[in-house]
């Protein structure tokens, strides 16, 4: 079978034939050329405008990049005309396998932009015979038609957070769709300031802002302050994770200081290596934790009775009405102010002043929660490791849309 036979089958473009095919020699690797012409009579269309237009002249031969053939390269040689457009003067005529002054064909970036989604950027390059940068101008248009393309009717829910993309105070915003049946990554923004996140909704739209019945957050100011700016409509929903991670954090900032203390009395070591003991819940424990952490609980220190109190709040999310759990919290409270332990009370503050959000996942039926957003959060991370970070954050937003953004993929007559 001929190669013209097997493009014509599977890529036929309307006003151009494919025309002779040769094996050539590059520096002892064979390359396969396919010149492309013209149809008689077929008139070049503006790259500007999309219309057709009279001829001006021609331009030299340049070779397009096509999907390789039993790992041997594949170009299209082609003479592109340019036209004389009244509307855009003198432009370079509109081809329909390449865009712009790329080098390669369409279907060889959607070709590398399938396979990066499933290996590292430099593995594609590598195992098919191309540069790192080509890779990435694959993924970048494939990402860039589908953020044109992609439908944002349906977004009544959306989980917002931030992740340290490399070592420093390095953040991305993110913000993603948590509907039921539908959760995908919406958008990424470099910092985490108020500005960052009213970025999202400028993208977004006002109509479509004030469609969003949901919004799943931590206690972060910024994005609080962002959130009753630009989603009035919307029931934001503090996150379970954050609440318990912070009640974590003051349980082992409670433990330092305690071992600090039983060190300078000359006490007995009790809480060496009990750190994940009194972090984990009960049911992850391992036999050894839960044996040291039987041993705990004999004694009276104020970092057992901050585990104890952690513990006790677990019963805040088995309510199902916003009331009795108004009032669960405000019991909870007292007794964390009148613990002594300084860093629970900060927590008990936290709650207070927070109070109204906090209840709103009752209000949400607990239909909304971090879950969703802490699973994005643990593929964002993966996605960062298999290419070994990036160095840059716009590369980095650009690899997150590919992998997690759910974006509609440009049309092709065929796929390899």
């Known amino acids: 079978m001929l190669v013209k036979t097997l493009l014509n089958s599977i890529e036929k473009h309307k006003c151009f034939v494919y025309d002779k095919d040769r094996l050539v020699d590059c520096d002892g690797c064979p390359q396969l050329e396919v010149e492309i012409?013209?149809?008689?009579?077929?008139?070049?269309?503006?790259?500007?405008?999309?219309?057709s237009c009279p001829g001006y002249d021609r331009l030299d031969v340049r070779r397009f990049e096509y999907v390789p053939l039993w790992a041997i390269p594949v170009f299209f040689v082609y003479a592109m005309r340019r036209v004389n457009c009244p509307d855009c003067g003198i432009k370079v005529e509109e081809v329909p396998w390449a865009a712009g002054k790329h080098q390669h064909t369409r279907s060889y970036s959607r070709f590398l932009a399938k396979w990066a989604q499933r290996l590292s950027w430099s593995e594609v390059a590598e195992v098919f015979g191309t540069t790192w940068n080509r890779v990435y101008d694959a993924v970048r248009w494939v990402v860039s038609y589908g953020r044109e393309h992609q439908d944002l009717s349906?977004?009544?829910?959306?989980?917002?957070?931030?992740?340290?993309y490399k070592k420093g105070h390095n953040y991305l915003t993110v913000v993603y769709q948590i509907n039921q049946g539908s959760r995908r990554l919406l958008w990424a923004g470099i910092d985490r300031t108020e500005a960052t996140l009213k970025g999202f909704f400028s993208w977004f739209g006002e109509e479509?802002?004030?469609?969003?019945?949901?919004?799943?957050?931590?206690?972060?100011?910024?994005?609080?302050?962002?959130?009753?700016?630009?989603a009035k409509n919307a029931l934001n929903v503090l996150d379970r994770y954050h609440i318990m991670a912070n009640m974590n954090k003051a349980i082992d900032k409670t433990r330092r200081k305690e071992v600090q203390r039983l060190k300078e009395r000359g006490c007995e070591p009790v809480?060496?290596?009990s750190r994940w003991c009194l972090l984990k819940r009960v049911h992850n424990l391992t036999t050894k934790q839960t044996a040291k952490l039987d041993e705990l609980?004999?004694?009276?220190?104020?970092?057992?009775?901050?585990?104890?109190m952690k513990e006790d709040f677990h019963r805040f999310w088995n309510y199902v009405y916003p009331r009795n759990a108004?009032?669960?919290l405000e019991s909870w409270c007292q007794r964390a102010m009148y613990s002594r332990i300084e860093p629970m009370k900060d927590v008990a503050r936290s709650l207070r002043s927070h109070r109204h959000l906090i209840l709103n996942y009752f209000r949400a039926r607990k239909e909304i929660n971090s879950?969703?957003?802490?699973?994005?959060?643990?593929?964002?991370k993966t996605t960062t490791k298999r290419s070994?970070?990036?160095?840059?954050?716009?590369?980095?937003?650009?690899a997150l849309y590919h992998q997690l953004g759910e974006l509609p993929w440009p049309p092709a007559t065929h796929e390899f």
């Open 154 to 164: 349906e977004v009544t829910a959306i989980g917002v957070d931030e992740i340290a």
């Open 271 to 273: 809480l060496t290596k």
């Open 297 to 308: 609980l004999a004694y009276n220190l104020r970092t057992v009775k901050a585990y104890l």
């Open 371 to 380: 879950g969703v957003v802490e699973g994005f959060n643990n593929k964002i």
């Open 326 to 328: 108004e009032k669960f």
């Open 388 to 398: 070994y970070g990036f160095r840059v954050p716009e590369v980095l937003i650009t």
């Open 208 to 230: 479509h802002s004030e469609g969003i019945e949901f919004v799943c957050s931590d206690m972060w100011k910024p994005y609080l302050n962002a959130i009753r700016d630009k």
């Open 37 to 51: 012409s013209p149809r008689k009579n077929s008139r070049a269309r503006c790259s500007g405008c999309g219309a």
